[in-house]
């Protein structure tokens, strides 16, 4: 008789980034970047 196992492994991946440029003022940047360069990382409003 043969025993059978099965295995899981589940997997997270944040792939959150921010567009943005130390040399451009903070609205050229989200003129630029627009929803990209929001400091709580892209698309997300945060209050």
């Known amino acids: 008789m043969s ?3 099965a ?3 589940k ?3 944040n792939a959150a980034h921010r567009l ?4 451009l003022s903070t609205e050229e940047n989200a ?3 627009g929803k990209c360069n ?4 892209m698309g997300i409003i945060m209050s």
């Open 11 to 13: 997997e997270h991946f």
């Open 3 to 5: 025993n059978k196992i």
């Open 31 to 33: 003129r630029i970047f």
């Open 38 to 41: 929001y400091p709580n990382y």
């Open 7 to 9: 295995i899981y492994r």
């Open 20 to 23: 943005h440029n130390d040399e």
